[in-house]
Protein backbone atom coordinates (compact mmCIF):
# COMPACT_ATOMS: atom_id res chain seq x y z
CA UNK A 1 0.00 0.00 0.00
CA UNK A 2 1.19 3.48 -1.07
CA UNK A 3 -0.62 6.55 0.30
CA UNK A 4 -1.00 9.48 -2.38
CA UNK A 5 -1.69 12.95 -1.09
CA UNK A 6 -2.90 15.67 -4.13
CA UNK A 7 -0.49 18.40 -2.37
CA UNK A 8 -1.75 21.45 -4.09
CA UNK A 9 -4.97 21.91 -1.84
CA UNK A 10 -4.55 19.57 1.35
CA UNK A 11 -4.53 21.50 4.49
CA UNK A 12 -1.22 21.65 6.03
CA UNK A 13 -2.93 20.67 8.98
CA UNK A 14 -4.03 17.21 6.90
CA UNK A 15 -0.27 16.70 5.64
CA UNK A 16 1.41 16.84 9.51
CA UNK A 17 -1.34 14.11 10.11
CA UNK A 18 -0.33 12.29 7.33
CA UNK A 19 3.02 12.73 8.11
CA UNK A 20 2.85 11.57 11.27
CA UNK A 21 0.51 8.33 10.75
CA UNK A 22 3.40 7.39 7.66
CA UNK A 23 6.22 7.39 9.79
CA UNK A 24 4.05 5.64 12.49
CA UNK A 25 3.29 2.90 10.67
CA UNK A 26 6.02 3.06 7.67
CA UNK A 27 4.03 3.58 5.15
CA UNK A 28 5.42 4.72 1.47
CA UNK A 29 3.78 8.39 1.25
CA UNK A 30 4.07 10.68 -1.92
CA UNK A 31 2.93 14.15 -1.98
CA UNK A 32 1.86 15.28 -5.56
CA UNK A 33 1.55 19.22 -6.30
CA UNK A 34 2.14 22.12 -9.30
CA UNK A 35 4.64 23.17 -6.87
CA UNK A 36 7.71 21.95 -3.95
CA UNK A 37 6.09 20.87 -1.06
CA UNK A 38 8.26 20.83 2.06
CA UNK A 39 8.41 17.05 3.45
CA UNK A 40 9.95 15.98 6.70
CA UNK A 41 13.20 14.27 6.17
CA UNK A 42 11.80 10.83 6.20
CA UNK A 43 12.77 7.75 4.26
CA UNK A 44 8.65 7.10 4.12
CA UNK A 45 7.87 10.10 3.13
CA UNK A 46 8.88 12.18 -0.86
CA UNK A 47 7.24 14.87 -3.05
CA UNK A 48 7.01 14.83 -6.75
CA UNK A 49 6.44 18.49 -8.47
CA UNK A 50 4.48 18.06 -11.38
CA UNK A 51 4.79 21.04 -14.25
CA UNK A 52 2.21 22.96 -14.01
CA UNK A 53 -0.95 22.78 -15.66
CA UNK A 54 -4.80 21.70 -15.36
CA UNK A 55 -4.68 18.76 -13.55
CA UNK A 56 -1.43 17.77 -13.92
CA UNK A 57 -0.73 16.47 -10.27
CA UNK A 58 -4.34 14.31 -10.33
CA UNK A 59 -3.13 12.69 -13.57
CA UNK A 60 0.03 11.82 -12.53
CA UNK A 61 -1.49 9.87 -9.20
CA UNK A 62 -4.23 8.64 -11.33
CA UNK A 63 -1.76 7.01 -13.66
CA UNK A 64 0.62 5.49 -11.22
CA UNK A 65 -1.93 4.90 -8.27
CA UNK A 66 -2.60 1.04 -7.78
CA UNK A 67 -5.20 -1.04 -6.42
CA UNK A 68 -5.07 -1.21 -2.80
CA UNK A 69 -3.45 2.21 -2.33
CA UNK A 70 -4.90 5.29 -0.65
CA UNK A 71 -5.44 8.64 -2.28
CA UNK A 72 -5.84 11.71 0.01
CA UNK A 73 -8.24 14.66 -2.02
CA UNK A 74 -11.10 16.44 -1.96
CA UNK A 75 -11.00 16.64 -5.86
CA UNK A 76 -14.03 14.18 -6.84
CA UNK A 77 -12.68 13.36 -10.78
CA UNK A 78 -9.59 12.28 -8.67
CA UNK A 79 -11.37 10.67 -6.22
CA UNK A 80 -13.53 8.59 -8.99
CA UNK A 81 -10.20 7.75 -10.96
CA UNK A 82 -8.84 6.36 -7.90
CA UNK A 83 -11.45 4.33 -7.06
CA UNK A 84 -11.69 3.10 -10.74
CA UNK A 85 -8.48 1.28 -10.46
CA UNK A 86 -9.25 0.00 -7.05
CA UNK A 87 -7.50 2.44 -4.68
CA UNK A 88 -9.52 3.56 -1.67
CA UNK A 89 -9.94 7.87 -1.83
CA UNK A 90 -9.98 9.36 1.79
CA UNK A 91 -10.97 13.56 1.59
CA UNK A 92 -9.46 15.62 4.13
CA UNK A 93 -12.58 16.10 6.00
CA UNK A 94 -12.73 12.46 6.76
CA UNK A 95 -14.82 10.94 4.68
CA UNK A 96 -14.16 7.67 2.66
CA UNK A 97 -15.21 8.02 -1.14
CA UNK A 98 -17.08 4.91 -2.16
CA UNK A 99 -17.62 3.45 -5.39
CA UNK A 100 -21.51 4.05 -4.05
CA UNK A 101 -20.91 7.72 -3.47
CA UNK A 102 -18.95 9.12 -6.05
CA UNK A 103 -20.97 8.81 -8.63
CA UNK A 104 -23.56 10.54 -7.40
CA UNK A 105 -20.66 13.31 -5.80
CA UNK A 106 -19.87 13.42 -9.30
CA UNK A 107 -23.10 14.34 -10.64
CA UNK A 108 -24.00 17.06 -8.07
CA UNK A 109 -20.32 18.07 -8.95
CA UNK A 110 -20.76 18.91 -12.47
CA UNK A 111 -24.05 20.24 -11.49
CA UNK A 112 -22.50 23.38 -9.73
CA UNK A 113 -19.79 23.42 -12.40
CA UNK A 114 -22.65 24.02 -14.63
CA UNK A 115 -24.60 26.34 -11.82
CA UNK A 116 -21.49 28.51 -11.50
CA UNK A 117 -20.63 28.76 -16.07
CA UNK A 118 -23.90 30.51 -15.70
CA UNK A 119 -22.77 32.77 -13.41
CA UNK A 120 -24.74 31.78 -10.16
CA UNK A 121 -23.15 32.26 -6.79
CA UNK A 122 -22.74 28.53 -5.36
CA UNK A 123 -20.78 29.62 -2.36
CA UNK A 124 -18.05 27.61 -0.95
CA UNK A 125 -16.85 24.92 0.77
CA UNK A 126 -17.32 25.38 4.71
CA UNK A 127 -14.81 26.65 7.47
CA UNK A 128 -12.11 23.53 7.80
CA UNK A 129 -12.88 23.10 11.66
CA UNK A 130 -11.02 20.64 14.44
CA UNK A 131 -13.47 17.99 14.41
CA UNK A 132 -12.80 17.44 10.54
CA UNK A 133 -9.63 17.30 11.64
CA UNK A 134 -9.93 14.29 14.15
CA UNK A 135 -12.37 13.00 11.86
CA UNK A 136 -9.50 12.71 8.73
CA UNK A 137 -7.17 11.59 11.73
CA UNK A 138 -9.54 8.66 12.94
CA UNK A 139 -10.60 7.62 9.84
CA UNK A 140 -6.98 7.68 8.47
CA UNK A 141 -6.13 5.65 11.61
CA UNK A 142 -8.58 2.94 10.48
CA UNK A 143 -7.72 2.56 6.78
CA UNK A 144 -3.60 2.53 8.05
CA UNK A 145 -4.97 -0.65 10.23
CA UNK A 146 -6.46 -2.35 7.91
CA UNK A 147 -3.64 -2.47 5.61
CA UNK A 148 -1.13 -2.52 7.14
CA UNK A 149 0.05 -5.70 9.08
Not at 28 to 47: D, G, K, Y
Not at 56 to 73: K, N, P, Q
Not at 88 to 98: D, F, H, I, K, V
Not at 100 to 106: G, H, M, T
Request: aromatic share 4%; proline share 5%; net charge neutral.
Amino acid sequence: MRLWVDADACPNVIKDIIFRAAERVGVETILVANQHVRTPPSRFIRSIQVPGGLDAADALIIERAEAGDLVVTADIPLAAGAIGKGALALNPRGELYTADSIAQRLSLRNFMDELRGAGVDTGGPSAFHARDRQAFANQLDRLLAKKIP
